[in-house]
């Protein structure tokens, strides 16, 4: 064989050898997967409770402010009454009885009906009352979601809802949202 030959040879094989080398590494590069497939989402809820101020505006009953609180007027009135009512019967010592006796009744009686006059002395007023009530809010705070990447399944938690796929860099899944 001819030396020229051989050395074409070597040349030869040498260069098949680097395209082979070359043709597996960029088989396997492009054989990499590009995405993970998405098989289930599942939405992630959960309950807030937010308290909140509730008022509303009620009328009341109150009672008017008392002029006369020790009912001097309807004790004295009464008195007065009772004591002419109490002259009008009997006579000499029984008709000065009557009299006192009379005055004291009146006195008495005028007393307490004043106090229950100033008892029933009412207005209405409107008065704003207040509570705190609880609201209920379901809040979304992400997905769950399932992804296989060949034959490994496995589950992430997104901020977002994916679509069909997630796309991968560098065997490792994208999980911003895009844009």
Same mark, same amino acid.
């Given at each position: 064989?001819?030396?020229?030959?051989?050395?074409?040879?070597?040349?030869?094989?040498?260069?098949?050898? %680097?395209?082979?080398?070359?043709?597996?590494?960029? &088989?396997?590069?492009?054989? !990499? =997967?590009? #995405?993970?497939?998405?098989?289930?989402?599942? +939405?992630?809820?959960?309950?807030?409770?937010? @308290?909140? +101020? +509730?008022?509303?505006?009620?009328?009341?009953?109150?009672?008017?402010?008392?002029?006369?609180? #020790?009912?001097?007027?309807? %004790?004295?009135?009464?008195?007065?009454?009772?004591?002419?009512?109490?002259?009008?019967?009997?006579?000499?010592?029984?008709?000065?009885?009557?009299?006192?006796?009379?005055?004291?009744?009146?006195? &008495?009686?005028?007393?307490?009906?004043?106090?229950?006059?100033? !008892?029933? *002395?009412? #207005?209405?007023?409107?008065?704003?009352?207040?509570?705190?009530?609880?609201?209920?809010? +379901?809040?979304?705070?992400? &997905? *769950?979601? %399932? &992804? !296989?990447?060949? *034959?490994?399944?496995?589950?992430?938690?997104?901020? #977002?809802? @994916?679509?069909?796929?997630? =796309?991968?860099? *560098?065997?490792?899944?994208?999980?911003?949202? @895009?844009?």
């Amino acid at each position: 064989m001819d030396s020229s030959m051989l050395k074409g040879i070597l040349v030869g094989g040498a260069a098949a050898a %680097t395209f082979a080398a070359v043709g597996v590494g960029g &088989y396997k590069v492009l054989s !990499k =997967p590009t #995405h993970a497939d998405v098989i289930a989402v599942k +939405e992630i809820k959960e309950t807030v409770r937010t @308290p909140r +101020e +509730e008022c509303t505006e009620v009328q009341v009953r109150q009672q008017a402010p008392v002029q006369d609180q #020790h009912r001097v007027a309807g %004790t004295v009135a009464g008195g007065v009454l009772g004591g002419v009512l109490g002259s009008m019967v009997g006579g000499g010592t029984g008709k000065t009885l009557a009299t006192v006796g009379g005055a004291a009744a009146g006195a &008495y009686a005028g007393n307490t009906v004043q106090g229950n006059m100033q !008892k029933n *002395d009412a #207005h209405m007023v409107t008065q704003t009352r207040c509570k705190t009530v609880n609201v209920m809010v +379901e809040k979304l705070v992400g &997905y *769950d979601v %399932t &992804y !296989k990447i060949g *034959d490994k399944q496995d589950l992430v938690r997104m901020d #977002h809802k @994916p679509g069909e796929k997630i =796309p991968l860099k *560098d065997g490792q899944l994208v999980l911003k949202a @895009p844009g």
